[in-house]
């Protein structure tokens, strides 16, 4: 009989132990962090072919591709942007590198300047939602329709 409750004891912690191996495995896997790129920005090489004064709008995209993004004055600015997050299990993703090339054009289309910008050059933009009210609450089809009986008109209001 004790044979038999060793047998079960033994089972019951080696049991335990892989699925405390399996556990922590788990746990470790996901501590190492994963490298996401996003975006392009074409390397130095490429960019040394484009000179200031000379090319233009065709011969840039012929020379490093076209932009991910275009300024909002007359298509005058164009934006190339990449940048990389590590994620790291359940933690928010955390942005490790961005680049942004900027490339103005004059109104002839000719480039006027090129610019380069890191992650410590950009700021925390805010972005606020908009959304919209929530329905005035439910009011019956005879209220909807005589609810305004009564009511002032502007001319009313104004006067």
């Known amino acids: 009989m004790a044979n038999a409750s060793s047998k079960t004891n033994f089972r019951v912690r080696s049991g ?6 399996v556990i922590g495995m788990s746990v470790l896997s996901a501590c190492n962090p994963t490298i996401d790129n996003h ?11 484009v000179v ?25 600015a164009w934006y190339y942007v990449s940048s990389r ?3 790291r ?22 480039v006027t300047d090129i610019r380069r910008y890191g992650i410590e050059h950009g700021q925390l933009v805010v972005l606020t939602g908009r959304t919209t009210n929530p329905p005035v609450r439910d009011i019956g089809f005879l209220r909807s329709i ?5 009511t002032p008109t502007a001319a009313e209001v104004l006067q």
């Open 85 to 87: 997050r590590q994620n």
């Open 89 to 110: 299990g359940i933690l928010p993703p955390k942005e490790i590198e961005r680049q942004v090339l900027a490339i103005d054009f004059a109104d002839a289309g000719q």
């Open 146 to 150: 005589f609810g305004n009986i009564g």
């Open 52 to 76: 200031v004064g000379t090319d233009t709008r065709e011969t840039v995209v012929e020379k490093i591709g076209a932009p991910i993004n275009t300024g909002f004055d007359n298509n005058n």
């Open 39 to 49: 975006g392009y920005v074409p390397p130095p090489s490429e960019l040394a072919k």
């Open 16 to 21: 335990s132990r892989i699925l405390g191996l």
